[in-house]
Protein backbone atom coordinates (compact mmCIF):
# COMPACT_ATOMS: atom_id res chain seq x y z
CA UNK A 1 0.00 0.00 0.00
CA UNK A 2 2.61 2.44 0.88
CA UNK A 3 4.64 1.18 -2.29
CA UNK A 4 1.75 2.46 -4.50
CA UNK A 5 1.04 5.36 -2.56
CA UNK A 6 4.96 6.46 -3.34
CA UNK A 7 5.15 5.12 -7.53
CA UNK A 8 1.33 7.61 -7.00
CA UNK A 9 3.48 10.69 -5.73
CA UNK A 10 6.56 9.89 -7.74
CA UNK A 11 3.99 9.82 -10.78
CA UNK A 12 2.14 13.30 -10.11
CA UNK A 13 5.65 14.57 -9.58
CA UNK A 14 6.86 13.59 -12.59
CA UNK A 15 3.55 14.63 -14.43
CA UNK A 16 4.30 17.87 -12.47
CA UNK A 17 8.20 18.48 -13.35
CA UNK A 18 6.94 18.04 -17.36
CA UNK A 19 4.97 20.34 -17.35
CA UNK A 20 6.74 22.85 -15.63
CA UNK A 21 9.45 22.26 -18.48
CA UNK A 22 6.84 22.39 -21.34
CA UNK A 23 5.43 25.85 -19.26
CA UNK A 24 9.29 27.60 -18.46
CA UNK A 25 10.43 27.08 -22.12
CA UNK A 26 6.62 28.26 -23.22
CA UNK A 27 6.51 31.53 -21.16
CA UNK A 28 10.64 31.83 -21.23
CA UNK A 29 9.86 32.00 -25.56
CA UNK A 30 6.65 34.40 -24.60
CA UNK A 31 8.27 37.64 -23.09
CA UNK A 32 8.06 41.39 -23.94
CA UNK A 33 10.17 41.11 -27.06
CA UNK A 34 7.27 37.89 -28.11
CA UNK A 35 4.67 40.46 -27.91
CA UNK A 36 6.87 43.11 -29.77
CA UNK A 37 7.37 41.00 -32.55
CA UNK A 38 4.41 39.45 -33.13
CA UNK A 39 2.36 43.33 -33.01
CA UNK A 40 5.06 44.70 -35.34
CA UNK A 41 5.06 42.09 -38.31
CA UNK A 42 0.96 42.13 -37.91
CA UNK A 43 0.79 45.41 -38.76
CA UNK A 44 3.81 45.06 -41.60
CA UNK A 45 2.22 42.04 -42.66
CA UNK A 46 -1.92 41.73 -42.15
CA UNK A 47 -3.15 38.02 -42.46
CA UNK A 48 -0.24 37.08 -44.66
CA UNK A 49 1.53 36.99 -41.37
CA UNK A 50 0.14 33.58 -40.82
CA UNK A 51 2.23 32.02 -42.84
CA UNK A 52 5.49 32.83 -41.38
CA UNK A 53 3.93 31.76 -38.15
CA UNK A 54 3.07 27.94 -39.89
CA UNK A 55 6.60 27.77 -41.14
CA UNK A 56 8.62 29.29 -37.92
CA UNK A 57 6.70 27.03 -36.01
CA UNK A 58 7.84 24.01 -38.15
CA UNK A 59 11.44 24.93 -37.88
CA UNK A 60 10.59 25.44 -33.93
CA UNK A 61 9.70 22.05 -33.48
CA UNK A 62 12.83 20.76 -35.80
CA UNK A 63 15.09 22.51 -33.26
CA UNK A 64 13.56 21.78 -30.11
CA UNK A 65 12.32 17.90 -30.83
CA UNK A 66 15.99 17.42 -31.46
CA UNK A 67 17.93 19.70 -28.49
CA UNK A 68 15.07 18.16 -25.80
CA UNK A 69 16.17 14.62 -27.01
CA UNK A 70 20.04 14.77 -27.41
CA UNK A 71 19.67 16.61 -23.75
CA UNK A 72 17.15 14.26 -21.60
CA UNK A 73 18.42 10.96 -23.20
CA UNK A 74 22.18 11.96 -22.29
CA UNK A 75 21.21 13.17 -19.05
CA UNK A 76 23.50 15.93 -19.64
CA UNK A 77 23.04 19.91 -20.02
CA UNK A 78 24.60 21.87 -23.43
CA UNK A 79 27.37 23.13 -22.04
CA UNK A 80 28.26 19.90 -20.64
CA UNK A 81 28.17 18.02 -23.66
CA UNK A 82 30.29 20.63 -25.53
CA UNK A 83 32.94 20.52 -22.77
CA UNK A 84 32.95 16.79 -23.71
CA UNK A 85 33.15 17.31 -27.71
CA UNK A 86 35.55 19.55 -27.12
CA UNK A 87 37.51 20.63 -23.85
CA UNK A 88 36.39 24.58 -23.38
CA UNK A 89 33.14 24.36 -26.11
CA UNK A 90 31.27 24.08 -23.22
CA UNK A 91 32.56 26.91 -20.96
CA UNK A 92 32.47 28.86 -24.67
CA UNK A 93 28.38 28.16 -25.02
CA UNK A 94 27.77 28.81 -21.64
CA UNK A 95 29.58 32.66 -21.10
CA UNK A 96 27.67 33.46 -24.31
CA UNK A 97 23.88 32.08 -23.04
CA UNK A 98 24.96 33.85 -19.85
CA UNK A 99 25.59 37.61 -21.03
CA UNK A 100 23.26 37.19 -23.57
CA UNK A 101 20.45 35.99 -21.01
CA UNK A 102 21.68 39.02 -18.74
CA UNK A 103 20.89 41.56 -21.36
CA UNK A 104 17.54 40.41 -22.27
CA UNK A 105 16.81 40.01 -18.63
CA UNK A 106 16.76 43.93 -18.66
CA UNK A 107 14.11 43.65 -21.46
CA UNK A 108 12.09 40.95 -18.92
CA UNK A 109 11.79 43.51 -16.41
CA UNK A 110 11.32 46.18 -18.51
CA UNK A 111 8.23 44.33 -19.86
CA UNK A 112 6.97 43.71 -16.37
CA UNK A 113 7.46 46.85 -15.62
CA UNK A 114 5.50 48.20 -18.04
CA UNK A 115 2.48 45.96 -17.29
CA UNK A 116 2.16 47.18 -13.53
CA UNK A 117 2.21 51.37 -15.21
CA UNK A 118 -0.39 49.77 -17.49
CA UNK A 119 -2.18 47.56 -14.60
CA UNK A 120 -1.71 49.47 -11.69
CA UNK A 121 -0.43 53.08 -13.26
CA UNK A 122 2.79 52.18 -11.09
CA UNK A 123 5.87 53.89 -12.03
CA UNK A 124 8.25 51.74 -14.19
CA UNK A 125 11.04 52.32 -12.00
CA UNK A 126 8.97 51.45 -8.51
CA UNK A 127 7.13 48.33 -11.35
CA UNK A 128 10.66 47.03 -11.82
CA UNK A 129 12.30 46.61 -9.13
CA UNK A 130 8.49 45.18 -7.57
CA UNK A 131 8.78 42.25 -10.46
CA UNK A 132 12.74 41.82 -9.52
CA UNK A 133 11.60 41.32 -5.92
CA UNK A 134 8.92 39.06 -7.00
CA UNK A 135 10.97 36.29 -9.25
CA UNK A 136 13.83 36.74 -6.32
CA UNK A 137 10.90 35.27 -3.85
CA UNK A 138 9.90 32.81 -6.10
CA UNK A 139 13.92 31.10 -5.97
CA UNK A 140 14.15 31.42 -2.25
CA UNK A 141 10.97 29.67 -2.01
CA UNK A 142 11.60 26.46 0.07
CA UNK A 143 10.45 24.40 -3.10
CA UNK A 144 11.90 26.41 -5.80
CA UNK A 145 11.25 23.93 -8.76
CA UNK A 146 7.95 23.36 -7.77
CA UNK A 147 7.60 27.26 -7.29
CA UNK A 148 8.81 27.91 -10.91
CA UNK A 149 7.08 24.85 -12.16
CA UNK A 150 3.45 26.45 -10.92
CA UNK A 151 4.00 30.06 -11.96
CA UNK A 152 4.73 29.41 -15.26
CA UNK A 153 2.32 27.18 -15.88
CA UNK A 154 -0.44 29.46 -13.89
CA UNK A 155 0.43 32.77 -15.77
CA UNK A 156 1.25 30.63 -18.78
CA UNK A 157 -2.73 29.59 -18.83
CA UNK A 158 -3.95 33.30 -18.04
CA UNK A 159 -2.29 35.10 -20.95
CA UNK A 160 -3.16 32.66 -22.92
CA UNK A 161 -6.82 33.11 -22.08
CA UNK A 162 -6.83 36.27 -21.93
CA UNK A 163 -5.28 36.78 -25.25
CA UNK A 164 -8.33 34.62 -26.47
CA UNK A 165 -10.67 36.84 -24.63
CA UNK A 166 -9.62 39.86 -26.53
CA UNK A 167 -9.20 38.29 -29.79
CA UNK A 168 -12.97 37.16 -29.78
CA UNK A 169 -13.62 40.84 -29.12
CA UNK A 170 -11.55 41.96 -32.02
CA UNK A 171 -13.34 39.87 -34.07
CA UNK A 172 -10.69 39.07 -36.90
CA UNK A 173 -10.78 37.90 -40.04
CA UNK A 174 -10.17 33.64 -39.48
CA UNK A 175 -11.21 32.60 -42.96
CA UNK A 176 -8.97 35.06 -44.88
CA UNK A 177 -5.32 34.12 -42.33
CA UNK A 178 -6.12 30.57 -42.85
CA UNK A 179 -5.86 31.06 -46.41
CA UNK A 180 -3.25 32.99 -46.49
CA UNK A 181 -1.62 30.24 -43.93
CA UNK A 182 -0.60 28.21 -46.92
CA UNK A 183 -1.19 30.53 -49.84
CA UNK A 184 0.09 34.02 -48.04
CA UNK A 185 0.06 37.14 -50.77
CA UNK A 186 3.15 37.52 -49.20
CA UNK A 187 6.21 35.95 -47.57
CA UNK A 188 8.71 37.61 -45.39
CA UNK A 189 11.69 36.02 -44.79
CA UNK A 190 12.92 38.20 -42.20
CA UNK A 191 10.00 37.93 -39.97
CA UNK A 192 10.30 34.02 -40.35
CA UNK A 193 13.99 33.96 -39.26
CA UNK A 194 13.10 36.95 -36.46
CA UNK A 195 10.44 34.07 -35.31
CA UNK A 196 12.54 31.61 -34.91
CA UNK A 197 15.43 33.33 -33.37
CA UNK A 198 12.55 34.76 -30.57
CA UNK A 199 11.26 31.21 -30.17
CA UNK A 200 14.01 29.36 -29.82
CA UNK A 201 17.10 31.41 -29.34
CA UNK A 202 19.81 32.18 -26.74
CA UNK A 203 18.98 30.37 -22.83
CA UNK A 204 15.43 29.60 -24.60
CA UNK A 205 16.39 26.61 -26.58
CA UNK A 206 17.56 25.14 -23.53
CA UNK A 207 14.81 26.33 -20.78
CA UNK A 208 12.68 23.03 -20.77
CA UNK A 209 15.54 20.72 -21.57
CA UNK A 210 17.50 21.47 -18.89
CA UNK A 211 14.48 21.74 -16.29
CA UNK A 212 14.24 17.78 -17.51
CA UNK A 213 17.26 17.33 -16.44
CA UNK A 214 17.21 18.56 -13.34
CA UNK A 215 14.18 16.88 -12.44
CA UNK A 216 16.04 13.51 -13.38
CA UNK A 217 13.50 12.76 -16.28
CA UNK A 218 16.33 11.36 -17.99
CA UNK A 219 17.79 8.29 -20.19
CA UNK A 220 16.36 6.09 -23.10
CA UNK A 221 13.48 5.33 -21.39
CA UNK A 222 11.85 8.90 -21.45
CA UNK A 223 12.31 9.29 -24.68
CA UNK A 224 8.52 9.32 -25.54
CA UNK A 225 7.84 11.45 -22.92
CA UNK A 226 10.36 13.97 -23.49
CA UNK A 227 9.50 13.95 -27.01
CA UNK A 228 5.81 15.03 -26.19
CA UNK A 229 6.93 17.38 -23.77
CA UNK A 230 9.50 19.52 -26.49
CA UNK A 231 6.34 19.59 -28.70
CA UNK A 232 3.86 20.80 -26.42
CA UNK A 233 6.25 22.74 -25.76
CA UNK A 234 6.33 24.82 -28.93
CA UNK A 235 2.59 24.04 -29.62
CA UNK A 236 1.82 26.35 -26.47
CA UNK A 237 4.26 28.81 -27.57
CA UNK A 238 2.65 28.94 -31.23
CA UNK A 239 -0.98 28.86 -29.52
CA UNK A 240 -0.65 31.94 -27.78
CA UNK A 241 1.46 33.74 -30.79
CA UNK A 242 -1.69 32.71 -32.89
CA UNK A 243 -4.36 34.14 -30.56
CA UNK A 244 -2.15 37.37 -30.21
CA UNK A 245 -2.28 37.75 -33.71
CA UNK A 246 -5.55 37.56 -34.18
CA UNK A 247 -6.10 39.95 -31.36
CA UNK A 248 -4.05 42.15 -33.64
CA UNK A 249 -5.37 41.48 -36.93
CA UNK A 250 -8.79 41.72 -35.84
CA UNK A 251 -7.95 45.27 -35.17
CA UNK A 252 -5.55 46.11 -37.89
CA UNK A 253 -7.98 44.53 -40.59
CA UNK A 254 -10.94 46.85 -39.04
CA UNK A 255 -8.75 49.92 -40.25
CA UNK A 256 -7.43 50.98 -37.05
CA UNK A 257 -3.96 52.19 -37.38
CA UNK A 258 -1.25 51.37 -34.76
CA UNK A 259 1.24 53.92 -34.49
CA UNK A 260 1.54 54.89 -31.17
CA UNK A 261 4.60 54.32 -28.61
CA UNK A 262 2.58 50.92 -27.48
CA UNK A 263 0.92 49.76 -30.42
CA UNK A 264 -0.44 46.71 -28.47
CA UNK A 265 -2.08 48.50 -25.82
CA UNK A 266 -3.69 50.42 -28.28
CA UNK A 267 -4.69 47.43 -30.18
CA UNK A 268 -6.26 46.18 -27.15
CA UNK A 269 -8.06 49.54 -25.88
CA UNK A 270 -9.23 49.35 -29.92
CA UNK A 271 -10.91 45.55 -29.07
CA UNK A 272 -11.90 45.85 -25.58
CA UNK A 273 -12.07 49.75 -24.25
CA UNK A 274 -10.38 50.36 -21.30
CA UNK A 275 -10.70 46.93 -20.07
CA UNK A 276 -8.18 45.97 -22.45
CA UNK A 277 -5.20 48.13 -21.48
CA UNK A 278 -5.62 46.48 -18.31
CA UNK A 279 -5.50 43.02 -19.54
CA UNK A 280 -2.51 44.08 -21.60
CA UNK A 281 -1.46 44.90 -18.32
CA UNK A 282 -1.34 41.81 -16.94
CA UNK A 283 -0.89 40.19 -19.84
CA UNK A 284 2.54 41.81 -20.44
CA UNK A 285 3.41 41.77 -16.40
CA UNK A 286 3.07 37.55 -16.85
CA UNK A 287 5.28 37.81 -19.99
CA UNK A 288 7.92 39.63 -18.21
CA UNK A 289 7.62 37.47 -15.16
CA UNK A 290 8.11 34.38 -16.39
CA UNK A 291 10.98 35.19 -18.80
CA UNK A 292 12.67 36.95 -15.71
CA UNK A 293 12.70 33.44 -14.13
CA UNK A 294 12.98 31.37 -17.35
CA UNK A 295 16.33 33.79 -18.18
CA UNK A 296 17.19 33.25 -14.54
CA UNK A 297 16.89 30.13 -14.21
CA UNK A 298 18.73 28.66 -17.67
CA UNK A 299 21.35 31.07 -17.64
CA UNK A 300 22.47 29.70 -13.99
CA UNK A 301 21.91 26.09 -15.12
CA UNK A 302 24.64 26.66 -17.47
CA UNK A 303 26.95 28.84 -14.92
CA UNK A 304 26.69 25.79 -11.77
CA UNK A 305 27.66 22.63 -13.71
CA UNK A 306 30.97 24.80 -14.51
CA UNK A 307 32.55 24.40 -10.89
CA UNK A 308 31.26 22.43 -7.91
CA UNK A 309 31.28 25.72 -5.63
CA UNK A 310 28.97 27.47 -7.86
CA UNK A 311 26.84 24.59 -7.81
CA UNK A 312 26.63 24.39 -4.13
CA UNK A 313 25.49 28.38 -4.49
CA UNK A 314 23.05 28.07 -7.79
CA UNK A 315 20.28 29.89 -5.43
CA UNK A 316 22.58 32.81 -4.91
CA UNK A 317 23.73 32.90 -8.14
CA UNK A 318 19.93 33.25 -9.37
CA UNK A 319 19.74 35.63 -7.16
CA UNK A 320 22.86 37.91 -8.00
CA UNK A 321 22.02 37.34 -11.69
CA UNK A 322 18.25 39.04 -11.27
CA UNK A 323 19.93 41.58 -8.91
CA UNK A 324 22.15 42.83 -11.91
CA UNK A 325 19.69 42.60 -14.49
CA UNK A 326 17.04 44.83 -11.98
CA UNK A 327 20.26 47.31 -10.78
CA UNK A 328 20.74 47.69 -14.58
CA UNK A 329 17.33 48.70 -15.85
CA UNK A 330 16.85 51.01 -12.80
CA UNK A 331 20.32 53.20 -13.71
CA UNK A 332 19.60 52.88 -17.03
CA UNK A 333 18.27 56.32 -18.11
CA UNK A 334 16.64 55.19 -21.29
CA UNK A 335 14.80 52.16 -22.53
CA UNK A 336 17.47 49.76 -23.17
CA UNK A 337 16.72 48.99 -26.91
CA UNK A 338 20.62 48.75 -27.75
CA UNK A 339 21.22 46.19 -25.18
CA UNK A 340 18.41 44.33 -26.48
CA UNK A 341 19.35 44.61 -30.01
CA UNK A 342 23.02 43.62 -29.01
CA UNK A 343 21.82 40.38 -27.15
CA UNK A 344 19.40 39.22 -30.04
CA UNK A 345 22.86 39.61 -32.12
CA UNK A 346 24.05 37.60 -29.11
CA UNK A 347 21.26 34.40 -29.27
CA UNK A 348 21.39 34.78 -33.19
CA UNK A 349 24.89 33.67 -32.68
CA UNK A 350 24.28 31.21 -29.69
CA UNK A 351 21.54 29.13 -31.88
CA UNK A 352 23.43 27.70 -34.61
CA UNK A 353 26.58 27.18 -32.80
CA UNK A 354 25.43 25.25 -29.56
CA UNK A 355 22.61 23.45 -31.95
CA UNK A 356 25.54 22.42 -34.00
CA UNK A 357 27.21 21.01 -30.53
CA UNK A 358 23.84 18.67 -30.13
CA UNK A 359 23.80 17.88 -33.78
CA UNK A 360 26.86 16.57 -33.75
CA UNK A 361 27.13 14.68 -30.12
CA UNK A 362 23.58 12.81 -32.02
CA UNK A 363 25.61 11.90 -35.40
CA UNK A 364 29.39 11.28 -33.83
CA UNK A 365 29.25 10.85 -30.46
CA UNK A 366 26.94 8.11 -29.60
CA UNK A 367 28.54 6.90 -26.19
CA UNK A 368 27.51 10.73 -24.87
CA UNK A 369 24.17 9.30 -25.23
CA UNK A 370 24.64 5.83 -23.59
CA UNK A 371 24.87 3.77 -26.87
CA UNK A 372 21.25 5.17 -27.91
CA UNK A 373 21.09 5.95 -31.30
CA UNK A 374 19.76 8.86 -32.80
CA UNK A 375 17.39 9.01 -35.10
CA UNK A 376 18.48 9.73 -38.61
CA UNK A 377 15.60 11.54 -39.93
CA UNK A 378 14.94 13.88 -37.04
CA UNK A 379 18.90 14.36 -37.30
CA UNK A 380 18.11 15.16 -41.21
CA UNK A 381 15.40 17.60 -40.10
CA UNK A 382 17.62 19.23 -37.57
CA UNK A 383 20.60 19.63 -40.11
CA UNK A 384 17.96 21.47 -42.21
CA UNK A 385 16.62 23.58 -39.28
CA UNK A 386 20.60 24.21 -38.47
CA UNK A 387 21.27 25.63 -41.74
CA UNK A 388 18.32 28.07 -41.36
CA UNK A 389 20.01 28.79 -37.75
CA UNK A 390 23.10 29.54 -39.50
CA UNK A 391 21.10 32.20 -41.87
CA UNK A 392 20.07 34.06 -38.15
CA UNK A 393 23.63 34.13 -37.31
CA UNK A 394 24.51 35.63 -40.68
CA UNK A 395 21.88 38.64 -40.02
CA UNK A 396 22.87 38.42 -36.66
CA UNK A 397 26.26 39.80 -37.23
CA UNK A 398 24.86 42.92 -39.45
CA UNK A 399 22.93 44.16 -36.59
CA UNK A 400 25.86 43.92 -34.55
CA UNK A 401 28.25 45.24 -36.56
CA UNK A 402 25.01 48.16 -36.75
CA UNK A 403 25.81 49.26 -33.23
CA UNK A 404 29.19 50.03 -33.64
CA UNK A 405 28.08 52.98 -36.29
Known amino acids: MAEDVARARGAAVGRGSLLGAVFLMA ?32 LDIAVQLNV ?28 LVVFGGLVFNIGNIA ?8 LLGLDVKIGGAVSALVATAIFLSRRAGMAVDRL ?21 PVGEALRQTVLPHRVDFLAITTLLGGTVGGYITYAGAHRLVDAGITGPEYTGHITRSSVLSLLTTSVMRVVLFLALLGVVAGGVTLSGTNPTAEAF ?49 VVAFIAVSAGAFLVLEQTPATLLVLAGALNGLILPLGFGVLLWVAARRTDLLGGHRHPRPLLAVG ?9 IGVSSVNGLAELWH
Do not use: C, K
Open 27 to 58: TSAIGPGFITQTTEFTVRLGAAFAFAILLSTL
Open 68 to 95: WRIIGVSGMRAQDLGNRVLPGLGSLMAA
Open 111 to 118: GASLGLDA
Open 152 to 172: VLVLGVVMIGLTLYVALSSAP
Open 269 to 317: RHAAGPVGVRLFGVILWSAGITSVVGAAYTSVSFLSTLSPRLQHRRTGL
Open 383 to 391: VLAWLSTLY
